[in-house]
């Protein structure tokens, strides 16, 4: 059965460092979505990315954040510069249609020290 | 932001049946889904209300009434494996686009 993958499974890096997350939705998907859950608290929805464009975000998705399909398989979600309130768990989610169900990757865990 | 209310936690005997109720605003409403987690992993898709009434799917059964703003979730013949948070997500839509909210999801502890 196919499925999203996330890559790194945790990563840890220090404060005002910048990160890239990657993602490789499900094949024949064509919308991509990016949440983090923070320890403890709700699943967040980031962004949204349709036809190489942004087509929803969150006021969490600030200048820090950038989403970007860089080849036919990948999508990848960066943060400039990082900060302690960033660690989280980033959850990369791909559709077949806006309205259909969303599959979830495994997450990455981001730690900021 | 869109607000969405579920019980923090409940607890039930294995082999009984639960139900997790989930309300949330109307305004802009284009589907309801209930997603499970287990603890540090990813939500995994359940089932999918766009409709009034109710979806069955083997042991795991999802109402909607979009008129009242609610939505359950049944779980029969429970099984300790079944112990896990249930998310409500609403996906609302505006201006040609959609976003998918959650709630704080309802932890479920099953006990023998």
């Known amino acids: 059965e196919p499925e999203v993958t996330q890559t790194p499974s945790h990563q840890v890096t220090q404060m005002g460092q910048e990160v890239i997350l990657r993602c490789v939705p499900i094949?024949?998907?064509?919308?991509f979505y990016w949440y983090r859950q923070i320890l403890g608290q709700k699943v967040e929805f980031l962004v949204s990315f349709y036809n190489n464009e942004i087509s929803e975000k969150s006021e969490i998705f600030d200048d820090q954040f950038s989403v970007e399909r860089p080849d036919g398989s990948n999508f990848t979600l960066k943060i400039r510069s990082t900060k302690l309130e960033d660690s989280a768990m980033y959850f990369c989610?791909?559709?077949?249609?806006?309205?259909?169900?969303?599959?979830f990757g495994p997450g990455t865990r981001l730690t900021v020290t | 932001g869109q607000n969405i209310d579920q019980p923090t936690e409940m607890t039930a005997t294995e082999g009984a049946i639960v139900q997790i109720n989930c309300t949330y605003q109307t305004s802009g409403f284009n589907g309801l889904f209930w997603y499970q987690q287990h603890a540090g992993e990813a939500p995994t898709f359940l089932s999918y209300n766009v409709l009034d009434g109710l979806e069955e799917k083997g042991r795991f059964s999802s109402f909607l009434s979009r008129s009242k703003g609610y939505s359950y979730l049944l779980l029969k013949e429970l099984q300790m494996k079944d112990s896990a948070s249930y998310l409500c997500a609403v996906l609302y839509s505006g201006a040609g686009s959609y976003q998918l909210t959650f709630g704080k999801g309802t932890k479920l502890s099953v006990i023998p």
């Open positions: 094949s024949n998907h064509l919308y």
């Open positions: 989610a791909s559709s077949r249609t806006p309205t259909y169900e969303q599959y």
